[in-house]
């Protein structure tokens, strides 16, 4: 027999048949092996266990079920045995396919299975298209770097530019501050390679910089020795404070 005109008479059979579910081809196509390594036998011996291991069925109730919906919708006969030491018989079902097709002649059941499984908008290799080719060159210069790519590297190079410690100094300058303070702000987030606490790129360092200006501020007065100032509160009613109290009302 020919091994693949009956996979493709099973298989068509397969399409048209709304019954059957992923089980059932599974044990069937288990089946279908055992009755090749027979050479296609007219009756051949099965093993249960060895089939539910190759059809991937974990259950025998399962397993009987699905056997016995085969063995009644006509796909093979199925002959259990009782015996422990004799295993069941099976007699496959030939199929042939209603209209087999001549070798380069038009098959519209073949068809309909291959589009069902073939992606319908999957091009054909070799195929032009120019519209995918339109797309590619959005996104590919002729000059071998993405438009993307030079955008974000033009930016890393002016903020490289904008941090500049002569900039970082004059600013903090600009802001009544000296320039160490300005040195400390540079070489704190120098270190961090200008980036945020959270990995992120800083994009704004003046911001930054007023933000540490403000804090250096406040902690600058939070350290302040506390002093007592001379009250500046005066004695507008000008009142004796030495007063001498046996002197008569």
Avoid at 3 to 12: D, M, Q, R, S
Avoid at 222 to 239: A, F, G, V
Wanted: charged share 25%.
């Amino acid at each position: 027999m020919n091994y693949i005109k009956l996979l493709n008479a099973a298989f068509e059979k397969f399409f048209l048949d709304d019954r059957l579910n992923p089980t059932h081809i599974s044990l069937y196509m288990a089946l279908f092996q055992e009755w090749n390594s027979s050479r296609f036998a007219d009756e051949f011996n099965v093993n249960r266990r060895d089939l539910m291991l190759a059809s991937k069925i974990g259950s025998k109730s399962n397993y009987h079920r699905c056997v016995t919906d085969l063995h009644s919708w006509g796909y093979l006969c199925y002959f259990p045995s009782n015996s422990p030491y004799k295993g069941s018989k099976i007699k496959m079902t030939v199929f042939v396919t209603t209209d087999e097709p001549v070798m380069g002649q038009y098959s519209p059941t073949l068809e309909q299975l291959a589009e069902r499984y073939r992606p319908k908008n999957e091009p054909v290799k070799g195929q032009y298209h120019p519209i995918l080719e339109q797309v590619a060159g959005q996104y590919h210069p002729t000059t071998g770097l993405t438009l993307g790519s030079t955008i974000n590297n033009n930016k890393q190079v002016n903020n490289k530019k904008e941090k500049d410690w002569q900039a970082v100094f004059d600013f903090f300058i600009e802001k009544g501050f000296n320039a160490d303070e300005g040195k400390k702000f540079f070489a704190h987030y120098e270190t961090r390679n200008w980036q945020t606490s959270d990995g992120k790129d800083i994009r704004d360092w003046r911001a930054l910089a007023l933000n540490w200006m403000d804090r250096t501020v406040l902690f600058a007065k939070e350290n302040s020795p506390n002093i007592k100032q001379p009250s500046q509160i005066k004695d507008n009613l000008r009142t004796t404070k030495n007063k001498n109290y046996g002197q008569p009302l």
